[in-house]
C-alpha cells in the first residue's frame, strides 16, 4: 500500500483524507491502485449465510426485467438470476458463458451459436437455442423495443434457425463481426426461457427470486442446479436505501454486510477498529457532461471543442471525485482492447476563448442541468462551472432530483451530465451514438460518422476493424457531444467478514457483482 498515508499522523486535508482511503486511522483493507488482486482476505471460501447490500437511489421503477435496467439495483439483480451468452469478466475482458461457441461464416453475415449441454433454468427446464431465439426476438420487437435493441438491429431474427435443442443460426441482414462482443452482459442481453414474465423472473444465473419490491427490497437464494458449481452464500438481499446517512448506519449497525458504490463523502466516517473496511475498483465508470448537438450554441463544432478545453481534468479529478479517479480524454470505452491512448487533451484555456469568438459565441451563458445520481457529479458541475469563467463562460447549475433528471425532459436537456459503466467501444456507440439509440442524449447524428460504425461492426480483419475504430475516436475526441473528464473508481464499503471480491474496473459496484464468489467468514 505505497502512497497512503495515515491521515491522523500526516494532518493532511480532507480531500487528501479521501484520496488515501486510510480514513480516520482506521486501517482500511484497500485494493492496490492496479492490477485485479483481492483485497486483504481469507483464503478457504466458506458456504451458507445472508449477504445484505444496501445501494442507493430508491426508485419505484426498478426492474427484474433484464432487458430493461437503469439503476446499479437492476444490474445487481441481473449479474445474479440471469446470464448472457457470452460475459464480460470483472478485468473487462470477454468470455464464453452460455454459450460454448460463436462461430461466424467467412464474411459475418451468419452465426453460427453452440449452447453449453446441461444447462437449467431456476424452473428445472433445460436451456435450448428455441429460448435463444426467444430472448432476440424479445428485445428487437418492433411493437416494443427493449434497451438493446438498436445494437441487434444487424439480426435477421425472422429468418433464425433452430438446428437442434443446442444450436442456432442467425442470419445477419448485414455482415456483423462483433456480435460476441455485442451482447456480452447480462444487463440488457440475458438469456431468457420462452413465455419468459418479468414479473415471476427465471434464469440461469446462480440464484433464484424470491421476492421483491421496487424501491425497496429483494431477495434471492442459491440455485443448487447451477451448471457452473454454485455460489457459496445461501440468500442474496438487496436493500435500496433513499438516503446515503440510513445506508451508512445500516452498515455500521451490522443491519447490513455492504454499501455498494458508496458516496466517498462517507468513507472518511469509518471510525478506528477495522469493522468496515473498503474495496477500491479499477476506474470504469465515466460520468459525462453532455451537450445536445442539434441546439445552440452546441450546434457549433468549436463551441463543443471550447468546452472540453476549459476543464482542468486533474483538478476536477481531486475536488469532485476526492481523487479516486483516472483522466479521461472525451473518449468512452478505457478497457476496450482498441482502446487510442494517444488522445491526450490538456487545458487551454486561450484556444478555448479563440473558438468561442470565432463562433460568434464570446460570454457566454448556458444552463448545466445536473443531479445526484453517481459519485461526484453534482460536485464535477460545480467545478466545471468555475472554470469555465476564466474564459468568459457563466455557467448556472440546477441541481434536479433524479426522478426528474430522469424524467419526461432526460435527453432534451441541452447541456447536462449523465453515467455510464464500461461497455465495449462499438457496442458503446450503439447505445448511445446512433440515430433512435436509447440514450442517445446528445442528439449525436453524424452521417460520416455512423457510415464509419456500420464498416467497422462488418470488418470482419481485426487490424482493418482497428483503424476505423481509431478515426471513430479522433471524430469523439475533436467534434463529439460528450465531455469526458474522468473514469471513476468505485468504492464499496465492506463489513469485515465479506470476503472472496476483487477490484473490477466494469463501473460495476462489487467487485463486477461477484455473487457467485463471495462469501462471508
Request: proline share 6%.
Given at each position: 500500500m505505497s502512497n497512503l498515508q495515515n491521515p491522523i499522523l500526516s494532518g493532511i486535508s480532507r480531500r487528501d483524507v479521501l484520496r488515501s482511503g486510510l480514513i480516520g486511522g482506521a486501517g482500511l483493507a484497500l485494493a492496490a491502485s492496479s492490477g485485479l488482486?483481492?483485497?486483504?482476505?481469507?483464503?478457504v471460501p466458506k458456504r451458507g449465510g445472508n449477504l445484505r447490500v444496501a445501494f442507493l437511489g430508491a426508485t419505484p421503477t426498478e426492474t427484474l426485467d433484464p432487458h430493461a435496467g437503469v439503476v446499479q439495483q437492476d444490474f445487481a439483480r441481473a449479474l445474479g438470476l440471469y446470464e448472457p451468452l457470452v460475459e464480460m469478466q470483472a478485468d473487462a475482458s470477454i468470455k464464453n458463458a452460455l454459450a460454448e461457441s460463436m462461430e461466424p461464416n467467412a464474411d459475418a453475415t451468419e452465426w453460427t451459436i453452440k449452447l453449453r449441454s446441461g444447462v437449467k433454468f431456476h424452473d428445472g427446464k433445460t436451456l435450448s437455442a428455441k429460448d435463444v431465439a426467444f430472448t432476440f426476438q424479445r428485445i428487437v420487437n418492433p411493437k416494443a423495443p427493449l434497451s438493446g435493441a438498436i445494437t441487434l438491429a444487424p439480426l435477421d431474427v425472422d429468418n433464425m434457425k433452430v438446428v437442434d435443442d443446442l444450436t442456432l443460426k442467425?442470419?445477419?441482414?448485414?455482415?456483423?463481426a462483433v456480435f460476441p462482443e455485442c451482447i456480452c452482459s447480462a444487463v440488457y442481453y440475458a438469456i431468457v426461457p420462452e413465455g419468459f414474465d418479468p414479473t415471476k423472473p427465471v434464469g440461469t444465473g446462480p440464484f433464484k427470486f424470491q421476492s421483491f419490491t421496487p424501491g425497496q427490497q429483494s431477495t434471492f437464494v442459491?440455485?443448487?442446479d447451477y451448471h457452473g458449481g454454485g455460489a457459496y452464500i445461501d440468500t442474496l438481499t438487496i436493500t435500496s436505501f433513499a438516503s446515503d446517512v440510513a445506508a451508512f448506519n445500516a452498515l455500521q449497525s451490522a443491519q447490513v454486510d455492504a454499501l455498494a458504490a458508496a458516496p466517498l463523502s462517507l468513507v472518511r466516517q469509518v471510525g478506528a477498529g477495522g469493522?468496515?473496511?473498503?474495496?477500491?475498483s479499477e476506474p470504469g465508470q465515466w460520468t459525462p457532461f453532455t451537450m445536445r448537438v442539434d441546439q445552440p450554441p452546441f450546434d457549433k463544432p468549436d463551441v463543443r471543442k471550447a468546452f472540453r478545453l476549459l476543464v482542468d481534468r486533474k483538478q476536477m479529478i481531486d475536488i469532485a471525485l476526492s481523487g479516486y479517479g483516472e483522466v479521461g480524454n472525451d473518449v468512452f470505452s478505457r478497457w476496450d482492447p482498441f482502446y487510442d491512448m494517444s488522445l491526450?487533451?490538456?487545458r487551454d484555456v486561450d484556444q478555448a476563448k479563440f473558438l468561442l469568438k470565432k463562433a460568434g459565441e464570446?460570454?457566454?451563458?448556458?444552463?448545466?442541468?445536473?443531479?445526484?445520481?453517481?459519485?461526484?457529479?453534482?460536485?464535477?458541475?460545480?467545478?466545471f462551472a468555475r472554470q469555465a469563467r476564466d474564459a468568459g463562460v457563466t455557467v448556472s447549475v440546477r441541481q434536479v432530483t433524479p426522478?426528474?433528471?430522469?424524467?419526461?425532459?432526460?435527453?432534451q436537456w441541452n447541456f447536462a451530465q449523465d453515467f455510464w459503466l464500461h461497455f465495449p467501444y462499438l457496442p458503446q456507440i450503439a447505445e448511445c451514438h446512433l440515430p433512435g439509440a436509447t440514450f442517445n442524449e446528445t442528439h449525436w447524428g453524424n452521417e460520416q460518422y455512423i457510415k464509419m460504425y456500420n464498416q467497422a461492426v462488418g470488418t470482419t480483419d481485426p487490424a482493418l476493424r482497428k483503424e476505423i475504430v481509431h478515426a471513430l475516436m479522433k471524430i469523439?475526441?475533436?467534434?463529439?457531444?460528450?465531455?469526458?473528464?474522468?473514469?471513476?473508481?468505485?468504492?464499496?464499503?465492506?463489513?469485515?467478514n465479506v470476503e472472496g471480491l476483487t477490484q473490477a474496473r466494469t463501473g460495476y459496484a462489487m467487485g463486477h457483482f461477484g455473487w457467485k464468489s463471495v462469501w462471508l467468514s
Amino acid at each position: 500500500m505505497s502512497n497512503l498515508q495515515n491521515p491522523i499522523l500526516s494532518g493532511i486535508s480532507r480531500r487528501d483524507v479521501l484520496r488515501s482511503g486510510l480514513i480516520g486511522g482506521a486501517g482500511l483493507a484497500l485494493a492496490a491502485s492496479s492490477g485485479l488482486s483481492a483485497f486483504a482476505q481469507s483464503t478457504v471460501p466458506k458456504r451458507g449465510g445472508n449477504l445484505r447490500v444496501a445501494f442507493l437511489g430508491a426508485t419505484p421503477t426498478e426492474t427484474l426485467d433484464p432487458h430493461a435496467g437503469v439503476v446499479q439495483q437492476d444490474f445487481a439483480r441481473a449479474l445474479g438470476l440471469y446470464e448472457p451468452l457470452v460475459e464480460m469478466q470483472a478485468d473487462a475482458s470477454i468470455k464464453n458463458a452460455l454459450a460454448e461457441s460463436m462461430e461466424p461464416n467467412a464474411d459475418a453475415t451468419e452465426w453460427t451459436i453452440k449452447l453449453r449441454s446441461g444447462v437449467k433454468f431456476h424452473d428445472g427446464k433445460t436451456l435450448s437455442a428455441k429460448d435463444v431465439a426467444f430472448t432476440f426476438q424479445r428485445i428487437v420487437n418492433p411493437k416494443a423495443p427493449l434497451s438493446g435493441a438498436i445494437t441487434l438491429a444487424p439480426l435477421d431474427v425472422d429468418n433464425m434457425k433452430v438446428v437442434d435443442d443446442l444450436t442456432l443460426k442467425i442470419p445477419m441482414k448485414v455482415p456483423f463481426a462483433v456480435f460476441p462482443e455485442c451482447i456480452c452482459s447480462a444487463v440488457y442481453y440475458a438469456i431468457v426461457p420462452e413465455g419468459f414474465d418479468p414479473t415471476k423472473p427465471v434464469g440461469t444465473g446462480p440464484f433464484k427470486f424470491q421476492s421483491f419490491t421496487p424501491g425497496q427490497q429483494s431477495t434471492f437464494v442459491r440455485f443448487d442446479d447451477y451448471h457452473g458449481g454454485g455460489a457459496y452464500i445461501d440468500t442474496l438481499t438487496i436493500t435500496s436505501f433513499a438516503s446515503d446517512v440510513a445506508a451508512f448506519n445500516a452498515l455500521q449497525s451490522a443491519q447490513v454486510d455492504a454499501l455498494a458504490a458508496a458516496p466517498l463523502s462517507l468513507v472518511r466516517q469509518v471510525g478506528a477498529g477495522g469493522a468496515i473496511k473498503a474495496l477500491v475498483s479499477e476506474p470504469g465508470q465515466w460520468t459525462p457532461f453532455t451537450m445536445r448537438v442539434d441546439q445552440p450554441p452546441f450546434d457549433k463544432p468549436d463551441v463543443r471543442k471550447a468546452f472540453r478545453l476549459l476543464v482542468d481534468r486533474k483538478q476536477m479529478i481531486d475536488i469532485a471525485l476526492s481523487g479516486y479517479g483516472e483522466v479521461g480524454n472525451d473518449v468512452f470505452s478505457r478497457w476496450d482492447p482498441f482502446y487510442d491512448m494517444s488522445l491526450q487533451r490538456t487545458r487551454d484555456v486561450d484556444q478555448a476563448k479563440f473558438l468561442l469568438k470565432k463562433a460568434g459565441e464570446e460570454n457566454l451563458a448556458v444552463e448545466l442541468v445536473t443531479s445526484d445520481f453517481a459519485n461526484g457529479v453534482p460536485q464535477m458541475a460545480q467545478v466545471f462551472a468555475r472554470q469555465a469563467r476564466d474564459a468568459g463562460v457563466t455557467v448556472s447549475v440546477r441541481q434536479v432530483t433524479p426522478d426528474v433528471f430522469y424524467g419526461d425532459q432526460y435527453k432534451q436537456w441541452n447541456f447536462a451530465q449523465d453515467f455510464w459503466l464500461h461497455f465495449p467501444y462499438l457496442p458503446q456507440i450503439a447505445e448511445c451514438h446512433l440515430p433512435g439509440a436509447t440514450f442517445n442524449e446528445t442528439h449525436w447524428g453524424n452521417e460520416q460518422y455512423i457510415k464509419m460504425y456500420n464498416q467497422a461492426v462488418g470488418t470482419t480483419d481485426p487490424a482493418l476493424r482497428k483503424e476505423i475504430v481509431h478515426a471513430l475516436m479522433k471524430i469523439d475526441f475533436e467534434e463529439g457531444g460528450y465531455i469526458i473528464p474522468s473514469f471513476n473508481k468505485m468504492v464499496d464499503l465492506l463489513a469485515n467478514n465479506v470476503e472472496g471480491l476483487t477490484q473490477a474496473r466494469t463501473g460495476y459496484a462489487m467487485g463486477h457483482f461477484g455473487w457467485k464468489s463471495v462469501w462471508l467468514s
